[in-house]
T-cell receptor, first 117, second 115 residues
Framework: DAGVIQSPRHEVTEMGQEVTLRCKPI?????LFWYRQTMMRGLELLIY????????DSGMPEDRFSAKMPNASFSTLKIQPSEPRDSAVYFC???????????????FGQGTRLTVV | QQPVQSPQAVILREGEDAVINCSSS?????VHWYRQKHGEAPVFLMI?????EQKGHDKISASFNEKKQQSSLYLTASQLSYSGTYFC????????????????FGPGTSLSVIP
């Protein structure tokens, strides 16, 4: 398997624009996680899905952020409108476990470095 | 709910040992350890479940003291390849005692191994 695939790897956008980050989890994994990493806040869990269903989105900072998982092989994280403080590296991770959550090894994608100017 | 890690940073010479600590203010179901090299994604090292187990991964091992709500990562005879930021992630013990929940990562410990 190619691992967790994220696109784009880098994104530079102007404030106010819509940004969509994409993630393809490892085939067969049933949990998917979106994390945001900054120097100030470290690795923050934004939302996670189990069997394509959002389980916990309490980490989503504002209504400007939304995430979807229409099927087992694809997820998106959308920011609309984007702001400079959204600049960060966004990681997607997937895992397989009997129950919801990261109870087994999670595999991270290479991340999307987002810069909002 | 974010766990506390110590030290924040450590510099070692090759062959030296190090200990990274992770503590929580809440009862834990599990502790997860990941290493992230600069510019790369975090990579899984190990998971420790409640029960006070100890695990090993090459010359890297960890312990979990659920009573103290702490975990420690031990790196022995460090190698240059051990350099990176080490994150512990903690999963709070749920009301059902066996329920899994989200993993919250600590701020990380930067480890640099020099020749």
């Amino acid at each position: 398997d190619a691992g967790v695939i994220q696109s784009p790897r880098h994104e530079v956008t102007e404030m106010g624009q819509e940004v969509t980050l994409r993630c393809k989890p490892i085939s067969g994994h049933n949990s998917l996680f979106w994390y945001r990493q900054t120097m100030m806040r470290g690795l923050e869990l934004l939302i996670y899905f189990n069997n394509n269903v959002p389980i916990d989105d309490s980490g989503m900072p504002e209504d400007r952020f939304s995430a979807k998982m229409p099927n087992a092989s694809f997820s998106t994280l959308k920011i609309q409108p984007s702001e400079p403080r959204d600049s960060a590296v966004y990681f997607c991770a997937s895992s397989f476990g009997e129950l919801a959550g990261m109870n087994t090894e999670a595999f991270f994608g290479q991340g999307t470095r987002l810069t909002v100017v | 709910q974010q766990p506390v890690q110590s030290p924040q940073a450590v510099i070692l010479r090759e062959g030296e040992d190090a200990v990274i600590n992770c503590s929580s203010s809440k009862a834990l179901y599990s502790v997860h350890w990941y290493r992230q090299k600069h510019g790369e994604a975090p990579v899984f090292l190990m998971i420790l479940l409640k029960g006070g187990e100890q695990k090993g991964h090459d010359k890297i091992s960890a312990s979990f003291n659920e009573k103290k709500q702490q975990s420690s990562l031990y790196l022995t005879a460090s190698q240059l390849s051990y350099s990176g930021t080490y994150f512990c992630g903690t999963e709070i013990l749920g009301a059902l005692k066996t329920s899994y929940d989200k993993v919250i990562f600590g701020p990380g410990t930067s480890l640099s191994v020099i020749p």
